[in-house]
């Protein structure tokens, strides 16, 4: 079992960045591979980003791409999402979460995952 705790958010105006952090506790990280998920109010859990259990393959929402990047770093036990050029539409309680299955590299629906953490919330101002 792994527990998952975020930090990073805040306030930001649109066009800023903030950088997002997940540490983990417990079993290593490194047998996990990790996403980022979100969700405004309202409105369903969203997959942002994944990334495999090396850090050597990526995926992300179109929506996110070319402005925000997922890395990891398994000696730290911790997964980082850097976001630059926020957008108002990008308000919303971030949460990473871990998932053990081997059947596919990256996981981008919500019932793949096992473990998440209580999120961050990240507000962007127009």
């Known amino acids: 079992q792994v527990h998952l705790v975020e930090s990073g958010g805040g306030l930001v105006q649109a066009g800023g960045s903030l950088r997002l952090s997940c540490a983990a506790s417990g079993r290593t990280l490194s047998s996990y591979s990790m996403g980022w998920f979100r969700q405004a109010p309202g409105k369903e859990r969203e997959f942002v980003a994944a990334v495999s259990r090396s850090g050597g393959y990526t995926f992300y929402v179109d929506s996110v791409k070319g402005r925000f990047t997922i890395s990891r770093d398994n000696a730290k036990n911790t997964v980082y999402l850097q976001m630059n050029n926020l957008k108002p539409e990008d308000t919303a309680v971030y949460c990473c979460?871990?998932?053990?299955?081997?059947?596919?590299?990256?996981?981008?629906?919500?019932?793949?995952?096992?473990?998440w953490g209580q999120g961050t919330q990240v507000t962007v101002s127009s």
């Open positions: 979460a871990a998932d053990s299955g081997v059947q596919s590299i990256v996981s981008v629906t919500v019932k793949e995952y096992d473990y």
